[in-house]
Nanobody, 118 residues
């Protein structure tokens, strides 16, 4: 069984920064396979959207709205991914969900709230 636990959300002023972490536990990866992980977000009244993802080899993809401001990284030994969020804007306010795709199955964390407001 896989478990994803997010941390690092909170209230920040516009222009500020936050770092999200997601720790995976359970049957995660193997000697031959490191799963793709990422972050989705869902703002009030909107659909959940992909923010960023990182492959097992470290290749990253970002939504256009966060390119140049957000950066994902991972520590495979710790089974943890991170997302550094800089120059935050009010429109970044959302619940951020950690996501992992492994062997054809999507796994989700419970989410962490990020609020960008003055």
């Amino acid at each position: 069984q896989v478990r994803l636990v997010e941390s690092g959300g909170g209230l920040v002023q516009p222009g500020g920064s936050l770092r999200l972490s997601c720790a995976a536990s359970g049957s995660v990866g193997s000697v031959f396979s490191i799963p793709t992980m990422g972050w989705y977000r869902q703002a009030p009244g909107k659909e959940r959207e992909l923010v960023a993802r990182i492959s097992g080899g470290g290749s990253t993809n970002y939504a256009d709205s966060v390119k140049g401001r957000f950066a994902m990284s991972r520590d495979n030994a710790k089974k943890t991914v991170y997302m550094e969020m800089n120059n935050l804007k009010p429109e970044d306010t959302a619940v951020y969900y950690c996501w992992m795709y492994q062997y054809g199955v999507d796994y989700w964390g419970k989410g962490t709230l990020v609020t960008v407001s003055s």
